[in-house]
């Protein structure tokens, strides 16, 4: 007997993705949940991928032609503070603005490719993947890319 595995180019889905989640996780409770990101891009390219944009969390390609990729980000962090006011007046609160301030994350991975069927292709894997970076603290949550992330990373800033 013999069976073909046939499969339409619709079916053709893939769980991987060449997408790095960023999220940011608050050091300092007196710190907006937003980041107002001035631009976000990646070393040896002239894309763009986040400008003047306030965000909670970044989405970000990696380069599938290579094993690693470096973003650079240009952050400005908003705080309230509490602004000391001469008497009879009562203190007020302000937001103040910190920054820019200009950042790196670079990420190496693994790639691996698997034909699925001539019909579909090659599907492109990226795993195993470590960091180097120019904030205080990461945190690792997911090395592997793939659709069901929420995040890969938490910058704890």
Same mark, same amino acid.
């Given at each position: 007997?013999?069976?073909?595995?046939?499969?339409?180019?619709?079916?053709?889905?893939?769980? +991987?993705? /060449?997408?790095?989640?960023?999220? *940011?996780?608050?050091?300092?409770? %007196? &710190?907006?949940? #937003?980041?107002?990101?001035? @631009?976000?891009?990646?070393?040896?390219?002239?894309?763009?991928?986040?400008?003047?944009?306030?965000?909670?969390?970044?989405?970000?390609?990696? +380069?599938? /032609?290579?094993?690693?990729?470096? *973003?650079?980000?240009?952050?400005? %962090? &908003?705080?309230? #503070?509490?602004?000391?006011? @001469?008497?009879?007046?009562?203190?007020?609160?302000?937001?103040?603005?910190?920054?820019?301030?200009?950042?790196?994350?670079?990420?190496?991975?693994?790639?691996?490719?698997?034909?699925?069927?001539?019909?579909?292709?090659?599907?492109?894997?990226?795993?195993?993947?470590?960091?180097?970076?120019?904030?205080?603290?990461?945190?690792?949550?997911?090395?592997?890319?793939?659709?069901?992330?929420?995040?890969?990373?938490?910058?704890?800033?």
């Amino acid at each position: 007997m013999i069976v073909f595995v046939h499969c339409e180019v619709e079916n053709c889905v893939s769980l +991987n993705t /060449n997408l790095l989640q960023v999220g *940011f996780v608050k050091s300092d409770v %007196r &710190f907006s949940n #937003d980041y107002h990101f001035n @631009l976000v891009t990646a070393v040896e390219t002239d894309t763009i991928f986040y400008e003047d944009a306030v965000l909670q969390r970044l989405e970000l390609p990696v +380069n599938p /032609n290579s094993e690693e990729t470096e *973003f650079l980000l240009e952050i400005t %962090r &908003f705080r309230l #503070d509490t602004i000391p006011q @001469l008497p009879p007046a009562e203190d007020r609160i302000d937001t103040v603005f910190i920054g820019p301030e200009n950042h790196f994350i670079k990420v190496n991975y693994k790639i691996t490719q698997k034909v699925i069927t001539t019909e579909c292709g090659v599907d492109q894997r990226y795993s195993n993947l470590t960091f180097e970076h120019s904030f205080d603290s990461i945190e690792v949550v997911n090395t592997d890319l793939d659709r069901f992330n929420e995040v890969n990373i938490n910058i704890i800033y």
